[in-house]
């Protein structure tokens, strides 16, 4: 089942001009809660996922998120941290740790992060933390994540509310768990920690483990056959302060992050922020409101690109109900990703989803 793009109005004036009233601030005045919500229509992928044969695990534990051992010997349930990337938010906390990490638009044109995180049970500061959006609560609970944000939108609200999600809002019942930095300007100095949150999650009788939905991965020598090579490429979402450059470090085979041609880097450990695989992805987005608000597809698939071992991929993304999403490649079948960490980004379809990305082939890695 195709959605009808029809409906789907053009964001870019509606957004860009949301922007000058947002400014990152405008969020404090739309973020209430509001009783009720417009329940979604039930999903319907276009693409299905047809599993390809994964290699042989290892004795020991392994995480079905980064396909390697836990850096702390155990698998906890994961947490999935809403994460403000407004300019003055960066550089910011823990992100290098995330096992997953999701870049998509929230409103006024600015993204936000999501860091799905299970392997690393020990970091020690996560955030800033920011507010959560309906289709920000659903890719996390796709993991079986405990959500963790501060306020959220009406809709968000209302869901949260009416279906008594499993989540730690910082203005809520949660807040002991989180603290405020006093060397950053509000609202860009929330943060909590991996040790935190998890306590909170146990005193408010949250279950510590969850059944997550893995990806399949492939040897880590494995030398891409198909593809185009792609050492480096750029995404843009709507913002000039907003484009994402990634370039391919074929000594530690990860692409190593940049914002507005800068490196980033993580706070806690000025470690670069870096990704064994990044999946690129085309959603339908909706305008809702005046204030910027958002409606963005996570369910139904579409066009999307993976880049691993410095080559580009082109496929689909998709998700069944109850799955996260992955990405198909053009024979049908899932692809394997690499061990290490995963970046998926969600540009809009509008003008076009290959106008977010530009990469110029090269020569291939050895």
């Not at 990152?24 to 417009?38: H, I, L, S």
Request: a negative charge; proline letters at 8%; glycine letters at 10%.
């Amino acid at each position: 089942m195709t959605m009808n793009r029809s409906s789907f109005r053009p964001i870019y004036a509606i957004v860009l001009a949301a922007a000058l009233l947002s400014a990152c601030g405008a969020e404090n005045v739309a973020d209430m809660p509001v009783p009720t919500a417009t329940p979604a229509a039930d999903p319907q992928p276009t693409a299905e996922a047809v599993p390809s044969p994964t290699v042989t695990p290892a004795a020991e534990a392994v995480s079905g998120l980064t396909g390697l051992p836990p850096a702390e010997g155990s698998l906890p349930r994961p947490l999935a941290v809403m994460i403000n990337n407004a300019p003055a938010a960066r550089p910011q906390s823990g992100i290098s740790e995330a096992d997953i990490l999701y870049e998509v638009l929230a409103e006024g044109g600015i993204t936000r992060l999501i860091g799905i995180f299970q392997s690393h049970t020990g970091v020690v500061k996560i955030g800033p933390i920011r507010s959560i959006r309906p289709y920000l609560l659903d890719i996390g609970e796709s993991y079986g994540a405990v959500t963790v944000h501060a306020g959220g939108s009406p809709a968000a609200y209302a869901i949260l509310q009416k279906q008594k999600k499993e989540d730690m809002d910082e203005i809520g019942r949660a807040g002991a768990y989180f603290w405020r930095d006093k060397e950053r300007k509000a609202p860009h100095n929330l943060y909590s920690n991996a040790a935190k949150l998890r306590e909170g999650a146990g005193k408010l009788g949250f279950a510590a483990e969850a059944e997550v939905p893995g990806l399949l991965f492939t040897d880590p020598d494995y030398v891409p056959t198909t593809g185009n090579p792609a050492l480096e490429f750029d995404v843009s979402f709507l913002l000039k302060s907003y484009t994402v450059g990634y370039k391919y470090n074929e000594e530690q085979r990860t692409y190593l992050r940049s914002v507005n041609g800068k490196p980033h880097l993580d706070l806690n450990n000025g470690a670069a922020v870096a990704a064994a695989n990044i999946i690129v992805m085309g959603s339908d987005h909706k305008v809702l409101d005046d204030v910027g608000r958002l409606q963005v597809d996570v369910e139904l698939g579409g066009s999307a690109v993976l880049f691993q071992r410095g080559v580009a991929i082109q496929g689909k993304w998709s998700r069944r109900p109850g799955d996260i999403i992955r990405f198909v490649k053009e024979d049908g079948k899932e692809a394997l990703m690499y061990p290490g960490i995963t970046h998926i980004l969600i540009v809009p379809n509008s003008p076009s989803f290959n106008s977010h990305i530009n990469y110029s082939p090269a020569s291939n890695p050895a």
